[in-house]
């Protein structure tokens, strides 16, 4: 190895912890939902008044709570419930889905954030 090979291998080693600071750490509070189902065009949802929403799907009417800057599924007619574990999305980038009903929640911001997919 060079002379040139270890300054950069040391100025890389110093820009990962800042890099992934800034870039993995910001932890923004999301806008507002994209709702998504069966093959339609996604709806949005702000996410300041508090109310429940029903979204229909091949299976039937998944049933989505927004309240206090955040969503959750609370119904669905799926048989493993898995989107209902999901619990609350509040952070922008967060997903929530119901397979089988083709249904999923993502929250969206003004800046999009990065999350382990991007990886």
């Known amino acids: 190895m060079t002379r040139a090979d270890h300054i950069l291998i040391t ?12 870039l993995w ?3 923004q509070q ?6 998504h189902s ?7 949802e702000l996410l300041t008044p508090q109310r429940t929403i029903q979204v ?8 989505i709570e927004i309240s206090d ?12 419930k898995a989107c ?4 609350w999305l509040s952070r922008v980038g967060e997903f929530a ?10 929250l969206a911001g003004r800046h999009p954030d990065f999350d382990t997919i991007n990886f």
């Open 84 to 87: 209902l574990h999901t619990g």
């Open 97 to 106: 889905a119901c397979l089988p009903n083709r249904v999923s929640l993502t």
């Open 38 to 44: 069966n093959n339609n065009p996604p709806r949005t």
């Open 11 to 22: 100025l890389v080693a110093i820009a990962l912890p800042f890099l992934y600071w800034q």
């Open 30 to 35: 999301a806008n507002y939902l994209l709702i």
């Open 25 to 27: 750490t910001a932890d």
């Open 56 to 63: 229909a799907g091949p299976l039937g009417s998944s049933i």
């Open 69 to 80: 800057g955040r969503t959750r599924f609370i119904s669905s007619p799926c048989t493993t």
